[in-house]
């Protein structure tokens, strides 16, 4: 599933994300009951999103969770559109707005994209947000002014930062989008990854006898794999997933640094 931000009024979506004008604000008079604020709103509907995921969210889940009705929502929140735009942003707020660079860049964005991996782990409905529309709201911005201040230490020309801040962002996301996926088979099918991969990956001597002849750089880069711990319980695409990303976050920070030296040099 995925969902595309931006798809409320341009005005009042704006206005909510940086509460401004109207944004927000119910009507004096009859109608909602006090104690009803969009922060609230947003508030249960991030709490909904992570227990049961971004499919079963509705304005109606939420207005559940607050002991309200759907309807009481609307005076607040337009639609489902934008309470997505403002759950997305404000999720984005939980995230380190800086980091020391005591030590360089590398440690510090070593350290940003573990808390950025653990962030889409812990909130997997945040992956299914496009990144095609941004949410152009503070949170959105704090995040990329936190990266771009860590990687200007680096001193590269702007057209390469910007660069670099596409390919770590996509790193991030993707490595903690395949965590997110196994967590969801398995939930959605009842079959972990270990039966998985233990009912079919034996099959393959079974068919494919010449595999090895056929496929001979998969058996190769698969010849040499880690092998896990015996009492290893992380599930075989989680730990996979994990691996990915710490490895692939080493080359990045290589590449980085080799970046730098040619630029200084």
Do not use: C, N
Not at 70 to 85: C, F, I, P, R
Not at 152 to 166: D, F, K, M, P, Y
């Amino acid at each position: 599933m995925v969902v595309f931000a931006g798809q409320g009024d341009a005005r009042r979506s704006m206005a909510l994300l940086w509460r401004t004008g109207e944004g927000g604000q119910a009507p004096a008079g009859p109608g909602p009951r006090p104690g009803l604020t969009v922060d609230a709103i947003v508030a249960a509907a991030i709490a909904v999103a992570d227990e049961v995921g971004m499919t079963a969210l509705s304005m109606r889940a939420v207005g559940e969770r607050l002991g309200r009705t759907a309807m009481a929502l609307y005076t607040y929140v337009h639609g489902k559109s934008e309470l997505v735009d403002l759950m997305y942003d404000r999720t984005l707020a939980e995230l380190p707005t800086s980091y020391t660079l005591d030590a360089g860049w590398r440690p510090a964005l070593t350290a940003w994209a573990h808390d950025s991996w653990a962030f889409y782990v812990r909130h997997p409905w945040m992956l299914q947000v496009s990144q095609a529309r941004p949410v152009l709201g503070p949170g959105e911005f704090g995040v990329l002014e936190t990266l771009v201040g860590i990687l200007r230490e680096t001193h590269l020309e702007v057209r390469v930062l910007r660069g670099v801040v596409g390919a770590l962002t996509h790193h991030v996301r993707g490595s903690a989008q395949t965590m997110a996926d196994s967590r969801a088979a398995a939930a959605a099918t009842g079959v972990s990854d270990q039966d998985w991969w233990f009912s079919r990956s034996p099959l393959l001597a079974e068919v494919a006898p010449d595999f090895a002849e056929r496929f001979p750089m998969t058996t190769w880069i698969e010849s040499d794999a880690p092998q896990p711990p015996e009492d290893e319980q992380e599930p075989y695409l989680e730990r996979a997933a994990r691996q990915s990303f710490q490895v692939g976050l080493a080359v990045l920070l290589d590449g980085i640094e080799t970046a730098t030296k040619q630029s200084s040099g």
